[in-house]
């Protein structure tokens, strides 16, 4: 192997270097040839820079609300841009630290309260005129307003609230003679064992039920993390709930029902629904699911129900969160910005933002908007939709605690549901670690003065 | 003397970027680590409170520092191994060589983005190809990812689907062997093994020692798969350093926390940096 | 099992040599033969249905059946992948331009120049790698948004002129293997430092520099971070950060998904397969002196 260079392969080089030709004249040549990906439709209007997280067939709908708004006036237009879920958060604080944030975002993180305490977002109340606001308070389903809301001002204002129920499958039920829903969890619980099949390995092919989700069963149980105005985590009742969500996976093995749950597919597409496939036969999930049922699985004959309340728990209890809109500091359209959110979750105009509801499948800002024709026609062409309004104006139905390390809390809430439900640590161990890591974080804020 | 200027000419674009997009940047974040700073309102002094806190009071701190280091324990040794011994096989003369050497290459060319999504599905307990093929032999697999027990073995293993690039290292180390003194260990009746042991192996410590550096830098600083494929689960048992710090940062917008972290990461790093650089003097072996 | 050697083995041993390698390649190519496979399948071929634990998944269906080659232009049709593709390519030639030459000289400085404190300074380069990229973040994006950098290619560019500390390193280990006596002589003929490196070294260094090329072109083909946080303009968006955008919103589309990370890694997979040689003889770190 010579140094002068002549022995490394030339021929290697030169078919580099024509590489290397290749990509200049495909970037050239694109360049000249490629039009604009997204031209603004109205050049000449004030554009209001939208960032949202929906794509696929959701963004479909997200562009043609967007459309209308576009159409509904002359002053603005909103450019919409779907940022991807994952890094939105970090991209939207980049781009405030940035000194280039967007005029408006949609979202459904736990973020209100962390970026409403570091200053970052608009509070909406100081936009609204105060009857409008007055009349917002008044009117808007206490849990739309619990969402949005932290330290006593409004910073997201909802487009869609989610609840969750019991979607099941009739013709499971009749197969193993049952004649009705169950109405006791511990009914259901009876019910799901006969229903779960098994094959000659004895692993799950189908789930009757599986109960999941700490924050979603605490309330069922008559507990919450939120309680009074302050968290409560370590509660007989939390735990509890807690307990039987470990005790039943262990009925069936913790690892038998993980392997079952991670051969499901988890998108949130519509034909990805494992209760679809007739993996589960009840399965809980929200109300958003009717709509892409009615869409993409007409044939399929479904029911609803509330979750059933366990003996000493509370009826239409569960979860809830939320689509929202923010405004961060440093928009430059505010008003723009506020204009389509106003259109948008029908703050002025119930009639004509009850059609946007339906289109996503979304559960109204307030019961102006529930009582409106549209909607009205919406629900009796799924009956099974109301099973989600009936939850929406119960009191038990309960959003993450609005405390400034809502991330953090959630993460932690996950981790002790997965140790209680591996069989890892008991329950009780799962709550005390829970409650200990969440009373360090409070101090550790305290002692910095915040 | 003219000439020494002239040095500072040549690193200069260098030396322009270090100071300001390292220097600088380092010195910002050293304040900030005794800071409380949640990125967009300003920082605001508090001493000392973020190391006292890591080291005192926050097990998920050591827990991440025991992850990585157990990690980089395992999967720094393995992989040097593998790719040693890959490199060997992909040195011999033989037909359609640059076909294998591809194959090998592959994976570490491959975005770990494109490949976690991937690995996910072959390692899904139920209906992955992995178990898939262990029922074949009749071994029952684990729930790879999704075991506390088994995800950060699973990851050790993963990472040597990656070891293509230092692989090449290897290669072109081989390549630079000189002809000459195996020639001569074989006219003093030298066999094949002695030959591998007493002039390949030596020759090559500069390679396995510079793979042993970036191996460890790299370990310290793993992220991405568990970022995607466990996001630090189950049970905290795949929390890496860099996860958890990121988690701090941009999930809890703790920056000043962070950057207390990345710095004692920093210190870590280059301390046992500068450990394997001590040892190096015994068993590196610089030719000539 | 040496180098050169020139015992050729015999028909047996070559055959058993490409069995061996053939089962170990297995493990490495499997992972990617599986994403092909996938692109080319129905969403209904990916799932198992009711009542079966087992699934199509299996090795025994690893070959699509119909094969669903419309997963590729879907893929296609769903982000505006020329307009990405374009400005990958743009920010490689740029990048691929930037770090090579400024890695060069600073690895002449580093390799042939003497001056004070130059071992200390090359050292502090290589201990930048072990930086932890999370630690410089915060304050390098602030600097670039007090700049007005915020939104434009160029905090994706401008950092590659300043040499890559990598390239450096591995550029002036090669250098230092070139012959002193070429360099003396153009020296004794008058000739810069700066013509020495232009005229006499970067024409000897062609694999390293080819080398350096080929990583950076794959650094920045797969950067994704970069454009996350510095691009806001679906106009400027990569291709790495179309598939990551593709990734967390098609979560379900597997077949789609695969197919967009089979279009995503085949141009490197060529590149890398035409410049296979240069690319191991550039990161020979000591060169060879026979």
Redesign the interface.
Known sequence: ?GIEGSSFGKRQLRRLAFLANVVVACVLLAWVAVPRAEPRLFPERIPVRFWHMWSGEWKIVIDKIVMRFNASQNRYEVVALSVPGGSA??KF?MA??GGDPPDVMAQWNQVIP?WAE???LVPLDTLMQPAEWAELQRSAYPVALKIGSYAGHLYGLTTGINVFACYYRPEHLEAVGAQAFPDSLEGLMALADRLTRFDDAH?ITRMGFMPAGFNMYAPIFGGGFFMDGRLSLNTPRNLRALTFLSESRQKYGF?NV???E??LNTGGFATEWPFISGQYSVAVDGQWRVEQLAKYAPELRYQTAPIPAPQGGKPLAGFSNGNFMIIPKGARQVAGAYEFIKFWSGVDNPERAAEFYTWGGWLPLSPRITRTAPYQAYVRKYPQFETFLDMLSSENIQPTPPVP?Q??LT?RII?AE??AI?G?VSPLQAISTLEADVA?EIA?RK??G? | MK?????????S??????L???V???F??IY?SFC?Y????PP?F?GV?NYA?LFS??PLFWKSLQNTLLYAVFAVPLGIATAFG?A?????????M?V????????H???T???S???M??L??????MN??LG?LGVAGP?WL???RWAMRTLVLMSL?GV?GSV??Y??????????L?EAARSDGAG?FA??LH??LPMMT??IF?NLIMGI?GA??YFTQAYIMTQG????STLFY?LY???R?????D?GY??AM??I??VV??LT?LVVFKTHRKWVHY?? | ?????SS??GALG?AG??L??LL??I??????I??LS?ALKEDSQI??REGS???????SN?IPNPLAWHNFPDAMATVPFVTYLRNTLLLCFINVLGAVL?SA??A???AR????G?EF?FM??I??????????????F??YSKLGWYGTFLPLTV?A???V?FF?FLMRQFFLTLPLELSEAARIEGAT?WQILWRIVLPLSKPVLATCALFQF?GTW?D?FGPLLYINDPEKYTL?YG??QF?SSYGGK?GQ??AA?TL??LP??VL??AA??T????????????
């Open positions: 192997m958060d970090q604080l405030v630290t962390a570091s200053g970052l692993r690892e993980l392997k079952f991670s051969s390390f991330v953090l993460d981790r997965e140790g591996r890892s360090r550790r002692s910095f915040l | 000439r020494s200027y002239l040095g500072y000419w040549f690193i674009p260098w030396l322009v970027g270090f300001a997009l390292t600088l940047p380092f910002i974040s900030l409380r949640d990125v967009v309102s605001v508090i409170q806190e009071n926050d890959l060997l096989l992909l040195n011999l003369e033989l037909r359609g640059s294998y050497r591809t194959l090998f290459f592959l994976p060319i491959v975005p983005v494109a490949t999504v991937v690995f599905w072959i899904n307990p139920q209906i992955g190809l898939s093929v074949l729930a999704s075991d506390p689907w293509g090449i290292t290669l072109a180390g081989l390549k630079d062997i000189p002809i000459s195996y094949a030959r591998a002039i390949t500069p390679v510079f830098i310290f600083q689960g189950p049970q905290d860099a710090l990121f988690y940062s941009w999930r809890y917008l920056m962070a950057s990345a710095w990461l920093f790093v280059t940096t030719g000539d | 099992m040496t180098p050169h050697s050729q083995p070559r040599l490409h061996v390698l170990l390649a493990p490495y190519v499997l992972p990617l599986w994403m996938t799932f198992p634990a087992q699934s199509a998944l299996a090795l690893l400024s000289v600073v002449y400085g580093f120049l003497r001056f004070r130059r300074l502090l380069m201990a930048t790698m072990a930086l932890p990229g999370q630690v410089t973040m915060i304050p390098t602030a600097l950092p002129f300043f040499g500390p450096v430092e794959l797969n994704f790495a598939l990551q990734m597997w998904l695969m990370s995503f890694i490197i997979i890398f397969f296979q040689k690319f191991i003889q550039g990161i020979a770190t000591t060169g060879s002196k026979a």
